[in-house]
């Protein structure tokens, strides 16, 4: 008993000047810790910060929204490697075997991950040559019903807004090297309805109608090369066609608008618009008596 005693006592005394002989290390280690947990959050303000400012300042120097945005997020990723290159040197690393690192680490890392290069260069090319702006409607002709309002573009990805509010997040990578269709490019789209009315119609008081609707609706410009055409002879119908300029922003609202005049109109006038119908007759077999 009073051996193991003597043996718990031993130990304890070993414990304490274990603790007697390296407390000053550890006490210094925590404080590195506890100044490298504050240099992290503080840091983080300061780069929050100036990236605040930065984008303050491009956005007050009329700069595009897409731009502002790639470089808000390009910033942050350099600005957070720094911090991290800081707190490294605050422990004691050398500069030389932190930039080392950095460009070992830099090298795996861009070697695994070759299709995340590709969407920040792909963001770089979208920023220079602008195919689009955030704002504009864009379709993508490779992804299938991959279409909406561009929302952001960010250093590796761009995020549409579809129809139903639906968030679309697409790589930068993907979207320079497709055929993109940037519906909101200009101020003016031009318009087309096709609408087939009977044979034995009037065509050209259906022309008349027409015509007549385009001039007098609010958003149709009719200085701009406004026409109404017959457009084929079909298999049951005469195709009427019409083309119009219209406000990009106003180009649906117009659209819906104008083919429910053209119905009353037509209605209205006796143009009958001919549709697919099925006529069923029927044969009575005579019995004999």
């Not at 290390?25 to 590195?32: D, S």
């Not at 942050?76 to 422990?91: D, E, G, M």
């Not at 963001?123 to 379709?139: A, E």
Request: aromatic share 8%; hydrophobic share 45%.
């Amino acid at each position: 008993m009073e051996q193991e005693v003597q043996q718990a006592v031993n130990t304890l005394d070993n414990y304490r000047q274990y603790f007697t002989d390296y407390m000053p290390e550890l006490t210094k280690f925590g404080l590195k810790v506890v100044a490298a947990i504050l240099i992290f959050i503080g840091g983080r303000k300061v780069i929050q910060w100036i990236i605040y400012l930065i984008k303050a300042s491009m956005e007050k120097a009329s700069v595009d929204k897409g731009v502002v945005q790639f470089i808000g997020s390009l910033l942050k990723v350099c600005l957070y490697i720094l911090l991290v290159f800081t707190i490294a040197t605050h422990f004691g690393v050398k500069e030389s075997s932190v930039a080392a690192l950095l460009g070992t680490a830099g090298v795996t890392v861009g070697l695994a991950l070759q299709g995340g290069l590709a969407n920040i260069a792909g963001g770089i090319l979208l920023l220079t040559f602008k195919p689009f702006q955030v704002g504009d409607y864009i379709i993508i002709a490779q992804q299938n019903g991959c279409e909406g309002t561009v929302y952001k573009i960010e250093i590796c990805y761009t995020t549409l807004i579809s129809i139903d509010n639906k968030h679309i997040v697409i790589p930068n990578g993907t979207l320079s090297s497709s055929i993109i269709t940037n519906v909101t490019a200009r101020d003016l789209r031009k318009l087309e309805i096709k609408v087939g009315i009977s044979y034995d119609a009037d065509i050209h008081k259906a022309k008349e109608l027409l015509e007549d609707i385009l001039h007098n609706d609010e958003d149709t410009k009719d200085d701009k090369g406004m026409v109404v055409f017959v457009d084929e002879l079909g298999e049951s119908a005469v195709i009427m066609g019409l083309r119009v300029w219209v406000a990009t922003d106003k180009y649906w609202p117009a659209k819906w608008r104008l083919n429910e005049l053209i119905k009353e109109s037509f209605d209205a006038n006796g143009i009958e618009i001919p549709y697919n119908q099925l006529q069923i007759h029927v044969k009575k077999q005579k019995t004999e008596a």
